[in-house]
Structures are given as structure tokens and as C-alpha cells.
């Protein structure tokens, strides 16, 4: 049975967070010293929203999603992650049209999405709706047709009777994704040729940053240099790391990485498999291992819309509560392709799909979330926000408060199918931000929240 690249990715994130695998080396505020100066100002608030070219409209071209920049400004999209836009590799493809993953060329865009120049006028387009644009980075592996396979064998890993070899896990066996080729990072050549090609995105392209696929699967050392020649070229880009090893943000070498932990959390939670305390827990004992930057947070992305299956199917009708959780505590918020609609499908990888967007219902509630955080500073992301308390200890609600300045913003939120109340800690007076309509509580009054119920109190 062919194993798809991706969809053990979240699995191998869990396993092997605390350290890479290639050879290298709560009622109380969090108390970590984060470095706005390794954060670009402009991403202070910042959103992002991931982009599957191919997907996204019946034609999947660069072009036809253009179309929807307008809209996606309106609804308050800041960052724009792009897929993989490269040429995807012919020898071993999975599927009709294979995985994005399995690059044949780091410097050009893969025609079925459009030319170079459609490509261009994209981020060019982006970037005159006010909206930033990181490119989904590959650098693990190459696809097979790669042109390094041919005249630079060995910038890839070899086995015994010299044969390149897809990745392999510690004790030699296939991790599964054998429509790739394993780069060898004892080559330094191959090491600069990558970053080479990494730097003429940002200047022939200017592009804003990279999400690095798989991040935690490279030398740390590797992310060491190419950070520092990345930011040489363009001080202010933004980094994002596939990963949960915390040295990737603690060095500031990504100014953020996934919280792929939380995230399992959430899904149990919403499953009935967990209580929302568990949350709290995860803040109180491996959030304060972050000490610079920030976790991006997600209810989907590409890996779990098609493989663990979208955030309706996994979250049920508690996926809009998650949402705003994940906007309102302390990290950056992501949302995936067609969650505006919302797309309660999975997504086909290797063939042809689309999202059917027809009315984009989910569009304002979008829009309200990413208000709140734009215009509130206790929400903005690492240390340009306040940090996370957490109030008013239960098992099904998950409260917390976040200030900045004279900016205050209490969050309760029912995680569970029952009605929930919850006595106020102290006086609580102003507006629900999701309604707009004035609140009052008084110390002790009960707080009483529907199923899955939230509450943003400023």
C-alpha cells in the first residue's frame, strides 16, 4: 500500500518534536522573555491563510485565484501562504497530478498553475491589496526529476551500494514517501544551492518569507545559517517552521512554528475524548517552553483536511468555538482553503478537486475574529500581545484573560454539548466583542454559556 508523504506528518510531528530527526544536534501569567526586534512590525497581528492553487478554483491556476484577493482583503487576511508552487516531479508521481511536495525545480512555477509571470503578477497583485506573501518551502527532499539527481547525485543520501534513496527513518526503513529523494545535508554545497535558490524568491519575486515543510527533519544548523542569510537580504521576513522543536524558535531562527500538540487537544476535546482543562494544562506545562516567538494555531490545513478529514468532520459543531479560540490566544492564527465557506470535505492530494465555494458563509465570522484581533494589542502575536492567564478553573470552559497596556480582553468559552455556568472572578464590565452588545457581571454572578458558546469580553 503506497504511503502518502504527508499523512504521517502530524505523527511524526508528535513523536519527534523535542529533537530533529536528522543528525544534529496556571492562574499566573507565563513568564518568557520573547524579542520583538526578531519579528517583522508588520506581522505584529497578523493572520494567515493557507492557498491550494490547485484546489481552489475549477481552473487551479495562479490567475483564477487572483480573482479572490479582493474578498479574502475584505475578510482580513493578512499573510498568504502559497503552497508549493513548483513543478512537481513525473518519475514515481503519486496519483494523476502527484504530491506538491515533490519539487522537480526550486526556481520556476509549475505550468498547470500558470507561467513565471502569472505567478508574479499574483504576489504583485498580493501585495496591492495589503497582504504579505510566504512561499511553502521543501527542504528535505526533491522529487525525482530534479535536475540535481542528474548532475549533482551527491546532494542526496546514498545507501550502501550507493543508490539515492528516499527518507529514511533512524533505523533505515522508509518513512513511506518514496516520490522523493532524500537531500544529503553533510554536502554543504547542496546546503548553499538551497538557500541560493531560497534568496532568488525573495529578489526576483519579493516574496515576504517561507513556511519550511517539514522543518524539524533538517540540521539545526542548517536553519542557523539560512536564517541569517535570509533576514541579510530581507530583514523583515517572516519564518515559519513544520515543527514543534522549540530550539527552531528559542534561537530565533523561525519566528514561529506549529502547535501541533494543542491542536491534537482541541480535536479530543471536541470528540468528548478530553475536557477542556486539558488546555490548560498544555498552557501551564509546555507553553512556557516557547521563550521567543510564537506557535501558529489552526483548526485545519492542508495535512488535516485531507487526511484526518476537515474541521467539521473532526470538530462537529464545536469548530467554530475552536476557531476562536485559536484566534484569541497567544500565537498566529491559520486558516486553510474554503473554511470561509465553510468545506466540510476533504480534499483530494494527487488529483484534481475543488472547493465549490458559492456564498463564503463563513466569511463574516472570519472577518469579526480577525477584527478583534487587529484592533485589540493584548491579542497581537509573541511578544507584541499580553501574555495568557488563565481564570476561572473548570473542566468544560476554558477561560482566560490577555491585557496589553490599558487594552484588557477576557475569553470564555463553553467546550463541551451541555449549558455550562461558571461563576465571575471579579467584576466584569464592558463589551462582547462577537455581538457587540454591553456586559455586566458581578464578582460571584454566574456566567451562563450555551453548548460550545463563546464569549470576548473588552
Known sequence: ???????????????????????????????????????????????????????????????????????????????LWLMPVFPI??????????????????????PEFGTDVDLKNLIDRAHQHGMKVILDWVPNHTGWDHKWISSNPD??????????????????????????????????SMRQALVDDMIFWIKEYQIDGFRQDMALLVPLDF?????????????????????EVQDHVN???????????????????????????AIADWYKNERPKVKYGCYMHFTSN??????????IERMGEAHQAFATLVTMIDGIPLIYTGQEEPMPQRLKFFEKDTVGFKDFAYADFYKKLFKIKHENPALWNADFGGPLVSVMPHEDIF????????????????????MQSIPAHRSIGGVELLSGKPINFNEGD??????????VVK
Open 89 to 110: 516531479s513525473t518519475t514515481k508521481r503519486k496519483g494523476s497530478l502527484g504530491s506538491y511536495y515533490a519539487v522537480s525545480d526550486f526556481r520556476s512555477a509549475n
Open 302 to 311: 492542508h495535512d488535516e483536511n485531507s487526511w484526518s478529514g476537515s474541521e
Open 251 to 277: 534561537n530565533q531562527y523561525f519566528n514561529a512554528m506549529y502547535s501541533w500538540s494543542l491542536h491534537h487537544i482541541l480535536n479530543d476535546v471536541a470528540q468528548g475524548k478530553k475536557k477542556a482543562a
Open 399 to 418: 477561560a482566560f484573560e490577555r491585557t496589553k497596556g490599558d487594552n484588557h480582553i477576557l475569553v470564555v468559552i463553553n467546550l463541551s454539548k451541555q
Open 446 to 455: 454566574a456566567i451562563t454559556l450555551r453548548p460550545w458558546e463563546s464569549v
Open 1 to 79: 500500500m503506497l504511503v502518502y508523504r504527508m499523512l504521517i506528518c502530524s505523527t511524526l510531528i508528535s513523536v519527534f518534536y523535542f529533537s530533529a530527526c536528522k543528525s544534529h544536534t496556571q492562574n499566573t501569567p507565563m513568564q518568557v522573555s520573547q524579542n520583538v526586534n526578531s519579528w517583522p512590525e508588520w506581522a505584529k497581528n497578523a493572520n494567515i491563510y493557507e492557498v491550494n492553487i490547485r484546489q481552489y478554483t475549477p481552473e487551479g491556476t495562479f490567475n483564477a485565484f487572483s480573482e479572490h484577493l479582493p474578498r479574502l482583503q475584505e475578510m482580513g487576511i493578512d499573510i
Open 223 to 243: 536553519w542557523e545559517n539560512t536564517s541569517k542569510q535570509l533576514r541579510a537580504i530581507k530583514s523583515d521576513i517572516f519564518l515559519l517552521a513544520e515543527s
Open 155 to 188: 546532494f542526496y543520501t546514498k545507501d550502501a551500494s550507493g543508490k539515492i534513496v528516499d527518507p529514511q527513518n533512524d533505523d533505515g526503513t522508509s518513512m513511506g514517501w518514496d516520490d522523493v529523494a532524500d537531500l544529503n545535508y553533510n554536502n554543504q
